[in-house]
């Protein structure tokens, strides 16, 4: 049986949030921001972000941003999205 699922653009952000958020987390020590305590304007950054991945945009080569690229192509990816499902 297969199954298909679709992810609009603002919980495909949600989750590469908790991606880069955990791997900053992990290198600093520091406590990051969950989704929910993001002003607008600081989830729209990071919305207009993964839109630029999403399109295939250049982004800078940074780790937060492998993860990001990372995610994205699991989600694109339908045989991963399955497989990972």
């Known amino acids: 049986m297969a199954v298909k699922a679709s992810f609009d653009v603002a919980t495909i952000a949600q989750l590469c949030h908790a991606g880069?958020?955990?791997l900053r987390q992990a290198m600093t020590g520091e406590k990051q921001k969950e989704w929910v305590d993001l002003q607008p304007e600081e989830a729209g950054k990071i919305i207009d972000y993964i839109v630029l991945v999403l399109t295939g945009r250049p982004t800078p080569d940074t780790p937060e941003g492998e993860v990001i690229?990372?995610?994205?192509?699991?989600?694109r990816d339908e045989k991963k999205t399955l497989k990972y499902a």
């Open 20 to 22: 880069v958020t955990a």
């Open 69 to 75: 690229r990372r995610i994205c192509a699991v989600l």
